[in-house]
């Protein structure tokens, strides 16, 4: 069905689910410039999971990076004035990168003007700072447009977390007192390059390897050994493409493990043991610059960008080698910076404006719903997403119509709001539901009563 243009708008709509019918971190000026979109790291995708408890968010995207929390017990649907905010606190820098929440402790990166870009710690049970370290300064702060800032998310892996700064200070921390382990810099080390709007990509941790995309003509993508930082392999992509702004992510065809990762000028599969490339998909990114939206799930990969379109892709290998399958490309799936979820066989996202639903396979759009732009993410039957005006929203992720069961708007946004919108994503961690916008983040209670 095509979108009902006349339908009401995200800022007119009434709390009531029943009008609704049918019709999928950033920063921007609200529509005024599509580069806003360009801002921080996506990657929906990941089929392998970190070794950690079901209510904790370790790093980008969740426990298997594809948005998805396997928590329950929580409520279907919210009070008329949101959940329960349980508190709020407003010191936690500049930028727009996305909590990670693990032992009782949420991670994110901030920025104090454009020469301290640190990564932070802070109690799940009040939001006090138990302790900062610096990464370096802020990366490419003559962008254009300009939205410097920090970007990444930290990744959680036992006793460390790992941080990539927007300058491409990559650094290894203990949980404990955020005191160094190791560190490299992606341009200095291996001669990357970042695309425009810096480094925005979120360290993947995969067993003994740490995956990462310093960009350029050396080493395009490089495995380091998580305990040193030393050296694994690198992976010299012909095309030199630069570090685009998403994440890599694990997944298996045709019996080959391999990293899936969207750079500058597409997608690219490379074996996980040797960091030999093993396929490519450019048509995606031709273009437009490699924001990535993309999803690994039943043998394919979905990829879109918000000025090109969306596509899936089957990577298959014939007589030895592999190919990217095109099992459908088209340009009215343009989702956005706010990522993708998958329930069942629909995926869910925003598209030039509109909330969509689409089947997963095909390619066919159930619905659209005019709405802001929305960040997703899914658990226990319901989607969670931020809006880049700031409001948050609970919705019934079906293929019939666009389905509200509640929304509320953050007390006390901060003051930048105004000019900018942020789009940090929501995150979802021991019943307790995390927003954050710039300086300011927010916990709330989202369990359902016993």
Known sequence: MQPNLLQPTWDDRSRSASRLTPSGSVLRKPFSNAYGYL?????????????????????????????????????????????????????????????????????LLGNEGLTNEFALALSSEDGHRLWSARLGKVGRPEQNPNYPG??????????????LGSD??????????????????????????????????????????????????NATMVALDKTTGALLWKCAMPEADDAGYAS????????????????????????TKTGKLLWRYLRTAKGAPGVDMTLVSDGYVFNSTAFVG??????????????????????????DMGGVVKVGDYLYGTSAGFTTCVEFKTGAIKWQERTKSFSWLAADGRLYVHADDGHVALLEP???????????????????????????????????????EFNSLWCYDVKAPK
């Not at 990444?152 to 006793?159: A, L």
């Not at 970042?194 to 960009?215: K, Q, R």
Request: net charge neutral; glycine share 12%; with cysteine.
């Open 39 to 107: 801002l921080v790291g996506l990657s929906l995708c990941s089929i392998i999971a970190l070794p950690i408890c079901a209510a904790e968010w370790p790093q980008w995207r969740g426990p298997q990076r594809n948005g998805h929390s396997s928590e329950t017990h929580l409520l279907s649907e919210w009070p008329q004035n949101g959940p329960k905010q349980l508190w709020q606190v407003n010191d936690v820098g500049l930028g727009f990168s996305t909590p990670s929440v693990a032992g009782g402790r949420i991670y």
């Open 248 to 271: 890599p992510a694990v997944a298996e065809f045709s019996g080959v493990r391999q990293y899936v990762q969207f750079l500058s000028k597409g997608l690219a599969g490379v074996e």
């Open 398 to 436: 079906t293929p019939e119509a666009y389905r509200e069961k509640g929304r509320f708007t953050p007390q006390n946004l901060p003051a930048t709001h105004g000019e900018f919108t942020a789009l940090s994503y929501p995150v979802l961690a021991d019943g307790r539901l995390y927003i954050r």
């Open 150 to 163: 920090a970007r990444s998310t930290p990744t959680v892996d036992g006793n460390f977390l790992y941080a």
């Open 168 to 217: 491409g200070d990559l650094v290894c921390l203990a949980t404990a007192d955020g005191r160094e382990r190791w560190r490299k810099h992606l341009v200095v080390d291996f001669g990357g390059r970042s695309g425009d709007w810096a480094y925005a990509e979120s360290p993947l941790v995969d067993g003994d390897a740490l995956i990462c995309t310093p960009g350029g003509s």
């Open 310 to 335: 969306g596509a899936l892709v089957r990577p298959v290998m014939k007589d030895g080698a592999f190919t990217a399958e095109e099992v459908y490309f088209t340009n009215k799936l343009r989702f």
